[in-house]
């Protein structure tokens, strides 16, 4: 079967850096996504590995080892406005996209 | 302003009515989605289209229909509401289906009371 595996909520506080893990199972793979989800609204696109190793894009960055069916979200410099549920979204071999409930990100003052 | 909109934002209707919830996409994008989101679950796809004039189901289907007339439209509708369907509705756009950077509208909240 095909799955995904995040802590369901983390805990951070303003200013620091946190790291959301993934691991995942596929029928095949062609990529991994990161989505952002504040209370109430829709995703937004954060970032896309198709190729192992780390993407940086500003605050955030994404990693991924394939063979490993592993992903982390890094986020430094945590700023309110970032508690938001954190979505990570394999694609399989059909290009699906596989969702879960993702991780409720909690920053703290 | 480029986007994808979906109407209507919220509605509550009677089950057993037949409801459409519309989206329109102006990015010209050949792939559009409807998928569901309940309480603490994942996105659950409903249908999706790869272009225009083609439609296909996904995970949940049972109980909506799609089509895909025109490029910019993918209206889903619900041919008899029932109370199991009280959810929040998105409807995403893609380049392509081989595109895992979809674009969401803002969402429809459906109660069937």
């Known amino acids: 079967g095909q799955n995904i595996d995040q802590p369901t909520e983390m805990t951070a506080t303003e200013g620091a850096i946190v790291q959301i893990n993934c691991t995942y199972q596929?029928?095949?793979?062609?990529?991994l996504f990161w989505y952002q989800q504040h209370a109430g609204e829709a995703p937004t696109f954060l970032s896309y590995?198709?190729l192992d190793g780390l993407e940086e894009k500003g605050r955030f960055s994404s990693f991924l080892s394939r063979s490993k069916g592993y992903s982390y979200l890094l986020l430094k410099e945590l700023q309110m406005k970032d508690s938001a549920s954190y979505l990570c979204?394999?694609?399989?071999?059909?290009?699906?996209?596989?969702w879960g409930a993702g991780t409720k990100l909690i920053i703290k003052p | 302003i480029a986007g994808i909109t979906q109407a209507p934002t919220s509605q509550i209707l009677a089950a057993g009515r037949r409801m459409t919830l519309r989206c329109t996409q102006d990015m010209r994008h050949n792939a559009m989605y409807w998928y569901r989101q309940d309480l603490g679950l994942g996105l659950r796809l409903i249908h999706y289209s790869n272009t225009a004039g083609t439609t296909g189901k996904g995970e949940v289907p049972d109980g909506y229909s799609v089509s895909r007339a025109n490029t910019d439209d993918f209206p889903l509708t619900l041919a008899s509401a029932v109370p199991s369907q009280t959810s929040v509705y998105f409807c995403a756009s893609a380049g392509d289906r081989d595109t895992g950077e979809l674009f969401f509208g803002e969402g429809s909240r459906l109660t069937v009371l």
């Open positions: 979204v394999p694609m399989d071999s059909n290009y699906q996209l596989i």
């Open positions: 596929t029928s095949g793979f062609n990529g």
């Open positions: 590995n198709v």
